[in-house]
């Protein structure tokens, strides 16, 4: 037990920690952990602004239908309008705004071959 106790305080193979090192390193990891909270940050930041971006789009469309009348009374031919309103997500970021994408409503009943007695 002495003989080796007599060896190890001799040995110089080893590394040894010395207070320096643990400062250096501690301060090394703690600048680490800074800047990559500062990245985490601006990437989320980024994809917020992405995600806001997505929400904040409108696929509302609509089309008028269109009539042509034969001249002595009776319709000639017949297309019925239609459309799609844009209703907000629970995952959109910001409340979407209606706008009226064409000023007039469809004032026709609809299509001969829907049952609406034409």
């Known amino acids: 037990m002495l003989r080796n106790l007599s060896e190890l305080t001799v040995d110089e193979q080893g590394f040894v920690i010395s207070a320096e090192l643990v400062l250096v390193m ?20 980024e994809l917020n602004d992405v995600s806001n971006a997505f929400g904040a789009v409108n696929q509302s469309y609509n089309v008028n ?4 009348p034969m001249p002595y009374g009776g319709l000639h031919a017949f297309v019925s309008g239609f459309g799609f309103n844009d209703s ?4 959109d970021c910001k409340p979407i705004v209606y ?4 000023g007039k409503d469809d004032s026709s009943n609809g299509a001969p071959n829907e049952g609406n007695g034409w």
Do not use: Y
């Not at 501690?26 to 930041?45: E, H, W």
């Not at 239908?65 to 042509?68: E, Q, R």
């Not at 907000?88 to 995952?91: E, F, I, P």
């Not at 706008?99 to 064409?102: S, T």
């Open 88 to 91: 907000s997500d629970d995952c």
């Open 65 to 68: 239908g269109l009539k042509k």
């Open 26 to 45: 501690t301060i090394a990891v703690l600048g680490m952990v800074v800047g990559l909270t500062a990245v985490r940050d601006s990437i989320t930041q």
């Open 99 to 102: 706008c009226e994408v064409n």
